[in-house]
């Protein structure tokens, strides 16, 4: 049976920076509580009041990742399309982006696990290889998080954790023995659903949206951020390790994990729960803030490069985030 390799990756965030002082413009924040809280110093959001599509930043990435591979476009099989932040309620950006390259024909399908959407992606990718349906999928995670938070004081426990981008990963079919995904490990529990969830638009309301949810702000997401940071550092170890102990392996032979970006200190307490030298683990939150479906490849595309990821090294991704959802994977370069 093949295996899934990862075969190049290929990031994207728009040009606009913005600093944690810019956000005490708007809200009652500073920059030394957003860094002390969440390791976040600036994050890259889409120029306000300009309409940017989600599946714009998606195809940049896969632009990139198309680039470095030596893949058109017509090579890719399948789209596997992560985002908690698309463009309309449907279709999935996965048919925007089939459209924008040009690949007319080529199945596409939205994941909807938000932080650990790419994890899951990769699980879908992953048993579509296997089983051979596809030797050549690309998986996608987009967000564009700037146009749907409050950041009056209001929604600045979430506003200032927030980053829009794109990371893009082009997969393909192996049979060299060892190499590629090991395994994917996905778990849920819906009693949790709340605590991390944007309440409106949604079609169980008549009229979906109206002016009251605005001016109220069931709009915007809503997180009980003390909840999320407990269960993210017990789940994410412990996610981790089930992936180390199907294998036969332990934190040592790990080359380096990138943990889901969603806060600097829930990555130290991962890294602490998995005793792992700070060489093991990568970050980069402090630069692009949480991206969500986008945080691990952007991560992983950067770690590839920093951190000099060569053929056979070990490499762990694990998520945590709404729904609750998290997932682990296991990936031998
Ligand atoms: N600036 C200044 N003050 C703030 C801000 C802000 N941006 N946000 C909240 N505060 C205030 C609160 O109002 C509160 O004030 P009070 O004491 O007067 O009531 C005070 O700071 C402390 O608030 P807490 O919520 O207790 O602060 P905490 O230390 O828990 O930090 C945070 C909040 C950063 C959200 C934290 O709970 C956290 O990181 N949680 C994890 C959430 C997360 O990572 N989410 C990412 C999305 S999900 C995912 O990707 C896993």
Not at 157 to 164: K, Q
Not at 301 to 329: K, P, Q, Y
Request: charge should be neutral.
């Amino acid at each position: 049976m093949p295996r899934t390799a990862i075969v190049a990756l290929g990031t994207y965030v728009p040009d606009r920076v913005v600093t944690n002082e810019e956000l005490t413009r708007s809200m009652e924040t500073s920059d030394a509580w957003i860094q002390e809280r969440t390791g976040i110093r600036e994050r890259h959001w889409i120029p306000a009041g300009v309409e940017v599509d989600n599946s714009t930043l998606a195809l940049e990435a896969t632009n990139r990742a198309l680039a470095k591979a030596g893949w058109q476009a017509k090579d890719i099989e399948a789209i596997v399309y992560a985002s908690l932040s698309p463009d309309h309620m449907f279709p999935g950006d996965g048919c925007f982006l089939n459209a924008k390259l040009g690949i007319p024909g080529v199945p596409a399908i939205d994941i909807r696990n938000q932080c650990s959407g790419f994890i899951y992606g990769l699980a879908v990718a992953d048993a579509w290889i296997r089983i051979g349906m596809y030797r050549r999928v690309l998986l996608v995670g987009s967000e564009i998080h700037s146009t749907g938070i409050d950041v009056s004081t209001r929604g600045r426990d979430v506003a200032v954790i927030f980053g829009d981008g794109a990371g893009a990963a082009l997969l393909e079919a192996t049979d060299e023995p060892g190499r590629g995904v090991l395994s994917c490990h996905l778990h849920a529990d819906g009693r949790f659903a709340e605590d991390l969830y944007c309440e409106a638009p949604g079609s169980k309301y008549h009229p979906r949206v109206s002016a009251e949810m605005i001016t109220s702000g069931r709009v915007w997401p809503r997180m009980e951020g003390q909840k999320v940071f407990k269960h993210a550092i017990t789940k994410m170890p412990e996610v981790m390790r089930e992936a180390l102990g199907k294998n036969g392996l332990s934190p040592g032979d790990l080359k380096v994990v990138i943990p889901h970006q969603a806060n600097l200190r829930i990555s130290q307490m991962v890294q602490r729960g998995l005793e792992l030298r700070d060489d093991q683990v990568f970050n980069n939150i402090q630069r692009y803030g949480n991206t969500t479906a986008a945080s691990i490849p952007i991560a992983l595309a950067e770690a590839v490069e920093e951190r000099g990821i060569r053929r056979g090294d070990l490499v762990g991704l694990c998520a945590f985030g709404a729904g609750f959802t998290w997932a682990s994977a296991l990936v031998r370069w």
